[in-house]
């Protein structure tokens, strides 16, 4: 009987062990999946800042970039759409893709990295071929500015 013994230990050990593996591949398959699941839905929504106070799609979303020479850009984006005023010239640019980081008026570019507190917003000029051209201003996305 103390033979049997071992043997019924080595088996149990080995069928928690089999249980921990699987136990484990499940809990990686599943972040997996969840990772893949917020990378696929968080990546259009980062360039595209959310609305506050909620709200339908086309309701603008208002938030206020800190710039570096310490002004306050209140901008408004709608979908395709992001307008501010800068300088005492207010500027209404249109989305360079359906995924809006770049967008364009006569003179001017506004890049997004990002939404929410602490994304990036910076102004350029536009070159007269449509290329990004001078750095003018970098910003930070800060709401309650």
């Not at 850009?73 to 207010?90: E, N, W």
């Not at 359906?98 to 917003?121: H, K, L, M, S």
Request: aromatic fraction near 8%; include cysteine.
């Amino acid at each position: 009987m103390s033979a049997v013994r071992p043997l019924h230990h080595a088996a149990l050990l080995a069928s928690l062990f089999a249980v921990g593996l699987v136990a484990c591949s499940k809990k990686e398959e599943s972040t997996a999946a969840t990772d893949s699941a917020a990378a696929s839905t968080s990546a259009p929504a980062a360039a595209a800042p959310a609305a506050s106070g909620g709200g339908s799609a086309d309701a603008p979303a208002n938030t206020k970039y800190l710039c570096s020479s310490n002004i306050v850009l209140a901008v408004s984006y709608k979908p395709g759409v992001a307008k501010f005023t800068y300088k005492d010239k207010p500027l209404e640019f249109k989305a360079e893709a359906a995924e809006p980081t770049r967008y364009i008026t006569a003179g001017y570019e506004w890049w997004v990295n990002g939404r929410g507190q602490g994304a990036n917003g910076n102004l350029y000029t536009q070159a007269a071929d449509g290329t990004t051209g001078e750095f003018i201003e970098g910003c930070i996305e800060n709401p309650n500015k």
